[in-house]
């Protein structure tokens, strides 16, 4: 009897343990992930995918993938990441996180991700207007490509200077919004820039 109830007791605390240890990887979700840094990208223009549980674990599973170095410090506000690639942070600037073109008001351990989300964590500079917006370009019908820069809430902002990259030759002046179509360019990825703003993705 006494051995029945030791028994059980043990299989308790095993259906505890799973039930605690399973939340972490069944909340996992499949998210593209790209790191824009400085003055370069440093991971994946073409946003790769990945499997991760929030903003946080993105950046871990992208620096596994990419083999970059990036530094999370203890602040009174919790987990911070300070460094991401070569560069920290200033006074006016460090890492920021935007999760599908918006910037999320709390901690990246915070932001549970779901499928098709995708986390761009930059480096950017603030100033008396905010942070800098972020560029998203996306293939239009026709073999044509529209651009869009973000503010930190996620809507569509006003920018100068936007340039198309086709390849590393080729610019085509633009705006947000309006399509343009360079004709084929097998093999050589499109992405874009504006002034004072995050570049886009790279797109094929
Ligand atoms: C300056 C600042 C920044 C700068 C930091 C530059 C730097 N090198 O110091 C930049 C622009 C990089 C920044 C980034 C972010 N910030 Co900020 N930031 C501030 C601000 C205005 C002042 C912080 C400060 O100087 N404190 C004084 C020093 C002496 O204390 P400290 O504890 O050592 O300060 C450090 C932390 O504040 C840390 N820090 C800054 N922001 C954040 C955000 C989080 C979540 C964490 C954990 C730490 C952290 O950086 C400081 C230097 O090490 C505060 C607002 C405020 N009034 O506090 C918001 C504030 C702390 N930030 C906030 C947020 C949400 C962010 C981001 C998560 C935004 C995003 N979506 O990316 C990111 C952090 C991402 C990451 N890297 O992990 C929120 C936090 C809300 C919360 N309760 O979690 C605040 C309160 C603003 C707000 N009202 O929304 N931030």
Known sequence: MAQRSISLRLALVLV??????LPASALAATVHVRVEGKSMTIFAPTEVTV???NAQDALEQASLAGEFYYHVTQTSFGPYVDQVGRYGGTADSGWVFKVDNASPPV???KVVLKDGDTVLWYYATFGATGGPPTLVVKPAPKGCYVATA???NGKPAPVSGLVFHVGSKRTIAGNTGTAVCPGPHPGVLLRATATGAVRSNAVK
């Open 16 to 21: 505890v343990l799973v039930g605690v240890a």
């Open 51 to 53: 499997s991760a549980a």
């Open 150 to 152: 973000y503010d930190d």
């Open 107 to 109: 901690g990246a351990d």
